[in-house]
Nanobody, 124 residues
Framework: QVQLVESGGGLVQAGGSLTLSCAAS????????MGWFRQAPGKEREFVAT????????YYADSVKGRFTISRDNVKNTLYLQMNSLKPEDTAVYYC?????????????????WGQGTQVTVSS
C-alpha cells in the first residue's frame, strides 16, 4: 500500500522560510517521478514543482521559481520542498504526489498517488 505523508507545514511570517517533507512508503521511491502541488481556499489545486527519479531534472511554477527548491533523498525515501521568501499568496494546503514513471510532470492527471496534505499559512 502506497503512503505519502507530508510534514513541516505551519504558520510563518511573510519573508520567512519553511521546509516541507514527504515520506514515501509502499513503493520503489527511486523509480518514481515526484511533485508538489498546492490548493488555496476556493481555488483549484495547482502545480508547484516536480523532480525526476534521480533529482537531476526539476521544474517549477513561475510563481515560485527562484524561491522554492524541490529535492529528494532516494535512500531516505523522502521528498522535500524548501520554501524561502514566503508570501501571503503562498498560503495553501501543500500536497506531494508520486507518478509511476521516472520522469517529472506538471499535470495533476500525471500522478498516481497523493498525500493528505500539510497546511502552510503565511501571515502578512
Amino acid at each position: 500500500q502506497v503512503q505519502l505523508v507530508e510534514s513541516g507545514g505551519g504558520l510563518v511570517q511573510a519573508g520567512g522560510s519553511l521546509t516541507l517533507s514527504c515520506a514515501a512508503s509502499g513503493l520503489t521511491f527511486s523509480r518514481y517521478g515526484m511533485g508538489w502541488f498546492r490548493q488555496a481556499p476556493g481555488k483549484e489545486r495547482e502545480f508547484v514543482a516536480t523532480i525526476n527519479w534521480t533529482g537531476g531534472s526539476t521544474y517549477y511554477a513561475d510563481s515560485v521559481k527562484g524561491r522554492f527548491t524541490i529535492s529528494r533523498d532516494n535512500v531516505k525515501n523522502t521528498l522535500y520542498l524548501q520554501m524561502n521568501s514566503l508570501k501571503p499568496e503562498d498560503t495553501a494546503v501543500y500536497y506531494c504526489a508520486a507518478r509511476d514513471k521516472i520522469t517529472s510532470a506538471t499535470r495533476l492527471s500525471d500522478y498516481d498517488y497523493w498525500g493528505q496534505g500539510t497546511q502552510v499559512t503565511v501571515s502578512s
